[in-house]
């Protein structure tokens, strides 16, 4: 049973436009998301987080948005640039150490 | 700084065959956690561990195993491979502060079983 859920494989987007990546889950007992992004042949990187007391959280160009009541997070990318292009994973986590992560969506940004 | 470090970073096994993927760091975490990630299916859990002498499954435990003898290293060893592993394997160790946002991955070790 897929806990977290990330429906879209694959995101295009122009250089300069908004990214948006969706991600579902189902555990109501989660009560912190992270996003991570990963380059091929590289381990996954931190990128942003959000924790289930917060509805929204911003760094520079990222920000996360979690909707509690419909078990959903999005991560909007603006302005979206070449180098963004990666496979983004969300994850989350139950108060515990283990991190349960989405299937990815590859984002992949044009000029 | 090294981070965390697996190796090896690639191999090539027969079915049937044993083997361990080594992972270490050095930041004194006691947190570390080994993942595979398959092709449309992310990053899945296989064991984890929260300090040394503790260790606990994840979501595919099957067909491996764990130590923690030490907080530095956390071995992941496949006691009969098949098949089915050959799979991009994560090591990943994190700190104290909010659950995750610590969290370190390897580079990853490419598994091919034959």
């Known amino acids: 049973d897929q806990q977290v859920k990330q429906n879209s494989p694959s995101l295009s987007v122009q250089e300069g436009r908004i990214s948006i990546l969706n991600c579902d889950y189902t555990?109501?007992?989660?009560?912190?998301f992270l996003w991570y992004k990963k380059y091929p042949a590289e381990g996954p990187t931190f990128l942003i987080s959000?924790?289930?007391?917060?509805d929204k959280n911003e760094d520079g160009r990222f920000t996360v948005f979690l909707n509690k009541s419909a078990k959903h997070l999005s991560l909007h990318i603006v302005p979206s640039q070449p180098g963004d292009s990666a496979v983004y994973f969300c994850?989350?986590?139950?108060?515990?150490?283990?991190?349960?992560f989405g299937t990815g969506t590859r984002l992949q940004v044009f000029p | 700084n090294a981070g965390v470090t697996q190796t090896p970073k690639f191999q090539v096994l027969k079915t049937g065959q044993s083997m361990t993927l080594q992972c270490a760091q050095d930041m004194n975490h006691e947190y570390m956690s080994w993942y595979r990630q398959d092709p449309g299916m992310g990053l899945r859990l296989i064991h984890y561990?929260?300090?040394?002498?503790?260790?606990d499954q994840g979501e595919v435990p099957n067909g491996y195993n764990v130590s923690r003898s030490t907080t530095e290293d956390f071995p992941l060893r496949l006691l009969s491979a098949a098949p089915s592993q050959t799979s991009v394997y994560f090591c990943a160790s994190r700190g104290g502060g909010e659950a995750g946002n610590t969290i370190y991955f390897g580079e990853g070790s490419w598994l091919t079983v034959v």
């Open positions: 561990s929260v300090g040394a002498g503790i260790t």
């Open positions: 959000i924790s289930s007391i917060k």
């Open positions: 994850a989350a986590s139950a108060s515990t150490d283990k991190l349960i």
């Open positions: 555990n109501s007992m989660f009560d912190y």
